[in-house]
């Protein structure tokens, strides 16, 4: 037998250790052993949890049955027609059930709510339930029919803040805001116009209430300039698990309008590597151009799905209509946020992932004498020798929202006082323990 030599057999063992001590780094810091202190602190403001798109669960009013995102085998197999707001869908048939904790053994919010408990010491708190002495650090969830306007959420944002304060028997409370993606968007909307829609006012009023309610707010990759990702999802669908949501269904959300890359930015190109001043908010460009519900492929499910007949042709029309007017709101929506915020004192911090590619632009090309986007650099049909398209449509990112749009910070739309990023994706950003521990060095430290 060949024996192995002692020098090689301790640097093996060293080796060995090394990569143990590795490992055992990736774990991530004790949470519960750093904020065990600040963990104590019963004065520490309840929290309210904001989920981003599709992170709340649907449920059908009548039946209970939960729609989405519902068994595994609809995951894989669903064309999730029922998420369409079409006839009775429309009608608040499903309404909004908590929040996805995992989904198909992969997390979701499961570990964020397991940090806020095990290390920050905080109690989910049922709403309309006054806590006792031993039950003030309370963390409440906003579940939210995604599918349905911000301003919805917005609402229920207040309404909660008010129940929250009765809860507590503190009309002057301030609660402290964790808004994962979409919901970052939701809480800056209200620190602006409070639960006012002003979308469809000449005048925008601010509201000056947002700094009495609210005392720290943490944004997770959230997309405050919009997303690229939206964009496609209306032109292409959205590709979830191994089944698409197709185009005529995400085109009935509007909040998938409301997060279209911001007014205030360019990010479509020609073939030469020239911005063009593209109004993406403008039907007309969608209609002349085919794009998304008016494209001939897309006409011709709906008419399939709901027959060839009047009704088909109905709906048809209907959604185009609603196509349009998503449209107008959202791009009102996206000027409300760029209002400067009321003078006051809320403390806020983006959290995200920066080392990602992330759709940062399109490359628009005429072809037939219509409009046609490409969202990747090897979609480009005709490209032009020496244009660097990867530059021109990556950017670093979370996979889905960029660090531009998650920071913001140059646009002057979101006062930060601090930012952290990580190299983490969007989905598995609130899973990474180090983020975990930068967030509550957010919330728990001391300070009004």
């Not at 774990?27 to 019963?42: C, I, S, T, V, W």
């Not at 598995?428 to 983020?435: H, P, S, V």
Request: glycine share 10%; charged share 20%; aromatic share 8%.
């Amino acid at each position: 037998m060949r024996t192995v030599p002692r020098a090689a057999l301790q640097a093996a063992l060293l080796l060995f250790a090394l990569l143990l001590t590795a490992c055992a780094g990736r774990q991530g810091p004790d949470l519960a052993r750093l904020y065990a202190r600040a963990a104590e602190n019963p004065a520490q403001p309840p929290v309210v949890f904001i989920p981003g798109l599709m992170g709340s669960t649907l449920l059908d009013a009548e039946t209970g049955e939960e729609v989405w995102p519902g068994p595994l085998s609809r995951l894989a197999f669903s064309d999730y027609a029922r998420l369409a707001r079409i006839g009775e869908a429309a009608d608040g048939r499903l309404v909004p059930g908590g929040l996805i904790l995992e989904l198909g053994g992969v997390d979701v919010y499961g570990r964020l709510l397991q940090a806020l408990e095990q290390a920050g010491r905080y109690r989910r708190g049922p709403a309309g339930e006054p806590p006792g002495l031993e039950d003030r650090r309370r963390y409440y969830v906003l579940a939210y029919d995604w599918r349905l306007p911000n301003i919805v959420a917005v609402r229920q944002l207040h309404a909660l803040i008010d129940r929250i304060r009765e809860d507590y028997g503190d009309p002057a409370l301030k609660v402290d805001i964790i808004a994962h993606s979409n919901g970052g968007l939701i809480v800056n909307y209200y620190l602006r116009h409070g639960p006012n829609d002003v979308l469809g006012a000449p005048q925008e009023p601010l509201w000056n209430e947002g700094p009495s309610r609210i005392r720290r707010v943490a944004m997770l990759g959230t997309p405050n300039l919009g997303s690229v990702a939206s964009l496609q999802r209306l032109h292409q669908g959205f590709r979830f698990n191994v089944r698409t949501v197709p185009v005529e269904a995400l085109a009935t959300f509007p909040t998938v309008f409301e997060t279209l890359p911001h007014p205030h930015t360019q990010v479509v190109y020609d073939r030469e590597g020239n911005t063009l001043p593209i109004d993406l908010f403008d039907p007309t460009l969608w209609r002349d151009n085919q794009w998304s519900v008016y494209s001939p492929a897309v006409e011709a499910r709906l008419r399939a799905s709901w027959g060839a007949n009047g009704e088909g042709e109905a709906v048809v029309a209907k959604v185009q209509a609603s196509f349009e007017r998503h449209l107008r709101r959202a791009w009102r929506f996206n000027q409300a946020l760029a209002v400067p915020l009321p003078p006051g004192t809320v403390q806020m911090a983006a959290f995200g992932g920066d080392c990602h590619r992330t759709r940062a632009g399109v490359v628009l090309e005429v072809v037939e004498g219509r409009a046609v986007l490409a969202f990747s650099p090897g979609e480009v049909r005709q490209p032009v020798k020496g244009v660097d398209y990867a530059s021109l449509m990556e950017a670093a990112g979370d996979g889905l929202v960029t660090r531009e749009s998650q920071d913001a910070a140059q646009h002057g739309f979101v006062p930060l006082q601090q930012t952290f990023f990580l190299c983490e994706s969007h989905g598995r950003l609130l899973a990474n323990r180090y983020f975990q521990n930068n967030l509550l060095n957010f919330l728990l430290a001391p300070g009004r």
